[in-house]
């Protein structure tokens, strides 16, 4: 049987040092977990308009499509800003979401012991919080029609649909509800069914999901306004959040950031299954290409790590494996190891990329 195969896009920025240790992460693998992946690497964002004057070229774009999974860096920086908005690096990301249909976004908020310190919440507050958002990421309000803006009279009005198929709903209800019971068996749906049609079918459409197929899921609603004050209240009380595009879009960066720095945070965004059964997926850090620092050996790889952890467990079947390096992680942050966007009140020893990735594998080289 063929190795899983593997599409790395590492982008622009610090993506390309990011992503530099993570490919010794995914060889560690396969040297000493017998995981081996067939990897491809390939272009997108600024260099990749550099390179064909787009960017994602079709190749790219087909190769992502025939891959088990896509791990991607970071793209854009101020070399592209004056680009045409249609061959933007950031217009490279959107196709693959696009043409790959990855409609349900998973970004995780967990908060590692070792830097609750971090969060501008209280340690006791955020402290051990894992919970995990689940963003409908293709539909909603910035993808409805009509949209635009108009002249009505003597004034200019916007305009944006808010707009949900009964299927568009039950598709990425289904997948939080899937992670809620491989979880803690808790899922809160969010939306605004007080003020909004589409949040009384969002609303009606998850309770009968819930009702008639996944009974053993402890199923609540809370408006997403009331959600946003209780993520910051007590997000400890969450284990899945559900919720539409434009909500999960401000829910989620509220929740990301409870647990500290934007170094970080992975990101998982799944599709409609293969022929292999596996989901379409694409795994990214939150962060962007970071410009500031890019070159320089300061930028901490962990969300990318994360990212590629995301991918063993929900596209290789191997969370024993994502366990086992996010626990990696989660010693060397204990150790004190830390990148420069790590270094706050502790102190901590002070390394490099490079150094943050040496300290993982050495971790993970201890946990055999
Ligand atoms: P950014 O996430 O790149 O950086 C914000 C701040 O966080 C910077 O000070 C940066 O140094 C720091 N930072 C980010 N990642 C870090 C890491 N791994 N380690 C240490 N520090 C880190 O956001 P920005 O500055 O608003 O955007 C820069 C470029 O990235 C822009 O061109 C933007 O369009 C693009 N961007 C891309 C993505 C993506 O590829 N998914 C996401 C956001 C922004």
Partial sequence: MSNPSLLILAGDGIGPEV?????????????????????????????????HGTPLHDDTMAKAQ??????????????????????????????LRKEMDLFANLRPAQCFDALA??????????????????RELTSGIYFGEPRGIVTEGNERVGI??????????DRVARAAFELARKRGGKLCSMEKANVMESGVLWREVVTKIGA???????LSHMYADAGAMQLCRWPKQFDVIVTDNLFGDLLSDAAAMLTGSLGMLPSA???????????????????????????QGKANPIACILSFAMALRYSFDAGSEADRLEAAVAQVLADGVRTAD????DGGTPVTTTGMGDAVLAALDASL
């Fill in 19 to 51: 992503m530099a240790e993570v490919r010794r992460i995914i060889d560690w693998f396969g040297d000493k977990r017998g995981m081996a992946f067939d990897v491809t690497e390939d272009l997108v964002g600024g260099c990749a308009y550099d390179a």
């Fill in 66 to 95: 025939a891959a088990d999974a896509v791990l991607l860096g970071a793209v854009g920086g101020p070399k592209y800003d004056a680009l045409d908005f249609s061959v933007k690096p950031e217009r490279g990301l959107l196709r």
């Fill in 117 to 134: 310190d971090f969060s501008s919440l209280k340690r006791e507050v955020v402290a051990g919080l894992d919970i995990m958002i689940v």
């Fill in 160 to 169: 944006n649909t808010q707009r949900y198929t009964e299927s568009e709903i």
């Fill in 212 to 218: 008639a197929d996944y009974p053993d899921v402890e």
């Fill in 269 to 295: 965004s799944l599709g409609a299954p293969m022929d292999n059964g596996r989901p379409k997926a694409l795994y990214e850090p939150v962060h962007g290409s970071a410009p500031d620092i890019a070159g």
């Fill in 342 to 345: 790590l270094m706050g009140p």
